[in-house]
């Protein structure tokens, strides 16, 4: 990958890299939702793939308005992420398998939280107001997505109830 | 790695986790810090360094605290992150490699975030209240230096002025 030479081509690296963690992300949410046990929590994760798929569709507006073609760059700390939560996969159902999946999809919420707070500040250095607030949108769905799955962990002692399993079968 | 089979195993493996992540970034601040072209965001890089150098003393006492011996198992997360963090070592000094070390040094504070978030909430479930407090110092710290480097990226227009420059020499 060249190195970017303004400010104009870093932000589209880092529209890249956003869409190339979108994309992952679609991928590895029915797979969250398949493993869950919590039916809130597989709601959660079945609701946040509609939504992923919307801020897919965002990116792709503004590589439009760029005059650029979609295209991704491969997202290494999206993959690191993913990679280290997909050990929960594994886990025998139950809310520990639960308060595990929580923690994984709160580290992508949260790397997700930064790229997009970036791409917007860069948005806004570079005079492109709809792409803010495009990416704000995106920004703020984000923020409840993290705030939903720690009211999921929290109300529903999703983590209470994992300490009160002390030894699972597997 | 063996599966963990309570609360208190994912417990100590979300500890090793964020054991090897402080390690690694307390590896990777002083490169950071030599980057940068701001001197500003140099001395916060710096500040960070010390700072992170505590997190992972606090990280040893809960490992003491809870029997076990401090080690690291490799966080993925983390090093995907810096691994793409690392291009921007390779641009040209000025302030738009100070804004993309920023973006990067956020992804990386917003991973830390979410996992002392989580081990912190554990922590509170397993009955742990040490262990609660020494963690919550450190996402109070995460949460700070996330400030810095947004008020360093915004207050000093480091992002404003690598809009100024269209094209650097390399």
Known sequence: MA???SLQSLYLDEIKD???A???IVKALPKLAEAS???MLRD???EH???SRGHVKRLETIFADLGEKASGKTCNGIKGIIDEGSDALDYDAGSMKDAALIGGAQRVEHYEIAAYGTARTWAEHLGRTADVQLLDQTLQEEKEADRK???IAEGNNVNEEARETPKLTH
Chains 1, 2 share one sequence.
Request: net charge negative.
């Open 3 to 5: 190195k970017p030479d």
């Open 18 to 20: 956003l869409y190339d």
């Open 37 to 39: 046990t919590n039916p």
């Open 149 to 151: 799955l720690t009211a």
């Open 44 to 46: 959660a994760f079945n």
């Open 22 to 24: 979108e994309n992952r």
């Open 49 to 51: 793939l509609q939504v």
